[in-house]
T-cell receptor, first 115, second 111 residues
Framework: DTAVSQTPKYLVTQMGNDKSIKCEQNLGHDTMYWYKQDSKKFLKIMFS???????INETVPNRFSPKSPDKAHLNLHINSLELGDSAVYFC??????????????FGPGTRLTVL | GENVEQHPSTLSVQEGDSAVIKCTYS??????FPWYKQELGKGPQLIID?????GEKKDQRIAVTLNKTAKHFSLHITETQPEDSAVYFCAAPDSGYALNFGKGTSLLVTP
């Protein structure tokens, strides 16, 4: 059973397109996250949702919009894709998310390539 | 916010030797320090964590030490094996609900 799953695993698209990445967790966790990992492997938080409510919104361009239809899903929509958006995007979840001290479980990642 | 520094960025050891990775953090209020292992093509996986009320925690060949006064914590892997080769990340809580990660250490264990 996959705890945190993401689709698609690979996404190749042209500049200017709009795309979505989906994330689902079956752990019953309250908090979900999106992280971006750049080509140098640096992991940086983008968004965090707790019980469908936005908690963290780091300095991410407003072309990126997370959507949480329920607490088991957190999708990431990206409009007007740019070359610099190429990265691996990881979804994660944690039980409560209290002050970042809960174990975070990561999905397998989505490698986005913008041509 | 929390600033986490990690070093070295790359580490190569021979099978059976020990490996040590060190991290420093800036926020003295931080109280939770996890270590994640990321294998090629996979997401990071928690391997061990420590909370500020203890100075050391061990799980088989892996141990983490914490020095709150100096604001640094370290990962120790003993009797390394080729399957330990991966990128290791330390982390500390950021301003609520997220982790601030170090820049990672690429560990290579050669047979």
């Amino acid at each position: 059973d996959t705890a945190v799953s993401q689709t698609p695993k690979y996404l190749v698209t042209q500049m200017g397109n709009d795309k979505s990445i989906k994330c689902e967790q079956n752990l019953g966790h309250d908090t979900m996250y999106w992280y971006k990992q750049d080509s140098k492997k640096f992991l940086k938080i983008m968004f965090s949702y707790n019980n469908k409510e936005l908690i963290i919104n780091e300095t991410v361009p407003n072309r990126f919009s997370p959507k949480s239809p329920d607490k088991a899903h957190l999708n990431l929509h990206i409009n007007s894709l740019e070359l610099g958006d190429s990265a691996v995007y990881f979804c994660a979840s944690s039980l409560f998310g209290t002050l970042g001290t809960d174990t975070q479980y990561f999905g397998p990642g989505t490698r986005l390539t913008v041509l | 916010g929390e600033n986490v520094e990690q070093h070295p960025s790359t580490l190569s050891v021979q099978e059976g030797d020990s490996a040590v990775i060190k991290c420093t953090y800036s926020d003295s209020a931080s109280n939770y320090f996890p270590w994640y292992k990321q294998e090629l093509g996979k997401g990071p996986q928690l391997i061990i964590d420590i909370r500020s009320n203890v100075g050391e925690k061990k799980d088989q060949r892996i141990a983490v030490t914490l020095n709150k006064t100096a604001k640094h914590f370290s990962l120790h892997i003993t009797e390394t094996q080729p399957e330990d080769s991966a990128v290791y990340f330390c982390a500390a809580p950021d301003s609520g609900y997220a982790l601030n990660f170090g820049k990672g250490t690429s560990l290579l264990v050669t047979p």
